[in-house]
């Protein structure tokens, strides 16, 4: 869905629907009344106002979005300062919104796009040179209001100023740190990421690892947010981050951990299923209510692929740490364990940081 900013304004739009559903039908609703047209942005919108953590920093900020869809209000592109693109990861797609948005932008407006892995220099492939001039990566990592990290991607004709207004915006605005990357393969962040949890999703079958035992070791324990590993796949979406790893998996042929980014059987379940997370109801976990009302979060058994009641994830070296408050501290502690976890965080840590040095260029080792 574009989503669109002008000074503290900003305005999100998302396709048509493309059939009514049975409520509508019942309300004796068209395909062109209005309510029906926005039926998918406003759903997004109130979904995501009732997620947490929060996506915006206080609910009464939600007045300062409006919501339209890309065919009656595609217009409006024309009067706004940035227009962020964060489209399903497809380039065809992208490549088909961003003819559209040429249409009615502004020259000198700025365009991103907040791919997650798609290189920027084929995104903007036939559009005009203002537009090429004006558009990068911008790519923020989800849950977007929480992670500091803050990509910015040059396309090959992007202004040196576009990237330097963004660079400090970021910085200052936005609370991130700034990252200028090389178009490259996922850029820096999910080029590392992908491979952290794909070399996880390998690691939790050899060590025959629960869902729940995984979320326990890998949040705010190591200083990452709650949302952990499995939960955070399913806020992203199970589908982008199959994406990304294909993507890689089809342009990084020479990467010395190639095998790694071919998709575990679980997953390949899993989008058979359309299990994708948050987006479809379901992912690695699902909320349901019993006879009585009474909501329960489940999780999905990696071997039965059934979803199951959460179980409580204990490790005798996470106790080890409760009096540690700095996280730093905590490291020598969790990867010199001597139970599962300190095997988990020596194996995950040792294959991480090793991916990680090998992608440091050669002059500068």
Sequence with gaps: MPFCQYRSRSITSDIVPRELTDKEKAQGLTLQDKVVRNRLVNDSLASALKSKPSPIYHQKFADRITTGNLEDDISKVGKVDWIIEVVVE?????????????????????????????????????????????????????????????????????????????????EKFLGKTSVVAKDTPAFIGNRVGIFSIQSLFHTVKELDMTVEEVDKLTGPVIGRPKSATFRTVDVVGLDTLVHVANGIS????????????????????????????????????????????????????????????????????????????????????????????????????????????????????
């Design 90 to 170: 497809r380039l065809d797609i992208k490549k088909q919104v961003f003819e559209n948005l040429e249409k009615h932008r502004t020259p000198g407006t700025l365009i991103t796009s907040n791919t997650s892995g798609i290189p920027i220099k084929f995104m903007s492939e036939g559009r005009s040179d203002d537009f090429q001039k004006h558009f990068c990566g911008t790519h923020f990592f989800n849950p977007a209001r929480y992670l500091k990290l803050f990509e910015i991607i040059p396309g090959p004709k992007t202004l040196p100023e576009v990237l330097e207004f963004l660079n400090g915006y970021g």
């Design 250 to 365: 089809e342009n990084c042929k020479d990467d010395e951990r190639h095998e790694l980014f071919a998709l575990p059987d679980f997953i390949k379940t899993m989008m058979e299923n359309k299990w994708l997370g948050s987006k479809t109801g379901q992912g690695f976990y699902k909320k349901v209510k019993d006879d009585k009302g009474k909501s329960e979060i489940l999780t999905l058994d990696l071997d039965t692929m059934e979803y199951i009641s959460k179980k409580s994830a204990k490790f005798g070296t996470l106790e080890l740490t409760k009096t540690i408050d700095k996280v730093v501290d905590r490291f020598p502690v969790l990867v010199a364990g001597k139970d599962k976890a300190g095997e988990f965080y020596r194996k995950s840590f040792g294959q991480l940081f090793a991916y990680v040095s090998h992608r440091i260029p050669r002059n500068f080792r």
